[in-house]
């Protein structure tokens, strides 16, 4: 009887995959030798392949993901159950099945009416609206984000959106950047802070995409500088640390990414240099704190009605100083998109610089005129960036 029920959760998994009917399975009640391991969960996702099982091993302090044909995955499924898993919850849109299996070798299947209506939303379509998943996510509990069960905590929604909407930018200059295809990237986050989305970042390309990148984020304090290489080790992300610097002093002889979020005024400045200066094929900065500009600028006479107004100079001054930098990073040779990263109802410092190097050589000619008009309009006597790069 034992053997019979496991045959059959077993061959009722067969049928679900070929029938199109499989939504998920969760193994557990791990009793084998794997030092750490807890869970295994397997959903269907489509790949460039087609379809496939992805399998999430779920340890103590880490994660890992496979993927698997389907016919591979249901053979891994029945090695899983005779190694060490002493629990099974498959689920299908015909029914629910839980296999539990004692420590003496007896089974017990029980069947229930099906929790889901319809399949699961495969990978491919589930990574357009979420880049980044909270089941079984150590960093994100780690880090605050989500609780002891994988849910969002509440004040911490509009967090996770952000660190989602960060990946999308990022996977999108990626594969429009000559990075494209490589197997190897370096990215380095300058000012990363508790690190959110130098975590988020990382899962992403080494495990979705497959790419082996490594990740260094640098950050001032050293209180998070400790915290986050903690949690990079619980997580197992052997190719992520985090150490204490500024990006003025920061020593960068390559990188193939750069990112600096919010570095306050001109170190926005002196990290885009830097990534210049790195070769980086991806320079992605948000800046914050716009002081040099303003002080330097005289409303031309069609605007002094307007710019008499602090609050309007101001907003005219971060508009002003974003272009300049924009125009600096085409005629170093990069394409160059200024846009919302995310809603001003969140927060105003909500302006992205996303640069991406060109593959053909472009003439800087055209975009250094528009940036010395725009100086000229202004009045503006320097601008730091500008000074950085004329010194390489």
Do not use: W
Request: with cysteine.
């Amino acid at each position: 009887m034992a053997d019979d029920d496991r045959e059959q959760f077993l061959a009722a998994l067969d049928e679900s995959l070929a029938g199109g009917r499989f939504v998920k399975l969760t193994l557990s009640k791990y009793r084998g030798p794997e030092a750490g391991l807890k869970n295994v969960y397997v959903r269907p996702v489509t790949l460039k392949g087609g379809g496939r099982l992805s399998f999430l091993y779920r340890y103590r302090t880490r994660d890992a993901v496979k993927n698997h044909t389907r016919a591979q995955g249901a053979r891994l499924v029945r090695g899983l159950l005779a190694s060490g898993f002493a629990g099974g919850h498959l689920f299908t849109t015909a029914e629910d099945l839980r296999l539990d299996l004692s420590r003496k070798g007896d089974a017990r299947l029980s069947r229930t009416p099906p929790t889901f209506s319809t399949p699961a939303a495969e990978e491919h379509d589930r990574r357009k609206r979420r880049a980044v998943e909270t089941e079984g996510n150590v960093y994100l509990h780690a880090l605050g984000v989500t609780n002891e069960r994988g849910e969002v905590r509440p004040a911490m929604g509009d967090k996770l959106r952000q660190i989602n909407k960060f990946v999308e930018i990022v996977a999108g200059l990626y594969d429009s950047s000559p990075l494209a295809g490589r197997e190897e990237v370096a990215l380095v986050d300058v000012g990363s802070g508790k690190g959110y989305l130098t975590f988020a970042v990382y899962d992403y390309l080494n495990n979705v995409r497959g790419v082996r990148a490594e990740v260094t984020g640098v950050e001032a304090r050293p209180e998070l500088v400790e915290l986050c290489n903690d949690v990079a080790r619980r997580a197992g992300f052997e190719r992520l640390s985090f150490r204490k610097g500024f990006v003025q002093e920061l020593e960068l002889p390559a990188a193939d990414l750069l990112v600096a979020l919010h570095a306050c005024d001109t170190a926005t400045d002196d990290a885009i240099h830097k990534g210049v200066v790195a070769g980086a094929s991806v320079i992605v900065t948000a800046p914050c704190c716009h002081k040099e500009v303003r002080p330097q600028m005289r409303a031309p006479e069609a605007l002094r009605g307007v710019l008499r107004h602090g609050h309007l100079l101001e907003r005219e001054a971060e508009s002003v100083t974003d272009s300049l930098r924009a125009l600096l990073l085409e005629a170093a040779g990069y394409r160059v998109k200024v846009f919302e990263f995310v809603t001003s109802e969140h927060t105003r410092k909500n302006t992205m610089i996303a640069a991406v190097r060109r593959d053909d050589a472009a003439d800087p000619a055209s975009a250094l005129a528009d940036f010395r008009a725009l100086k000229e309009f202004y009045g503006i006597r320097e601008q730091r960036l500008e000074k950085l790069l004329c010194e390489i």
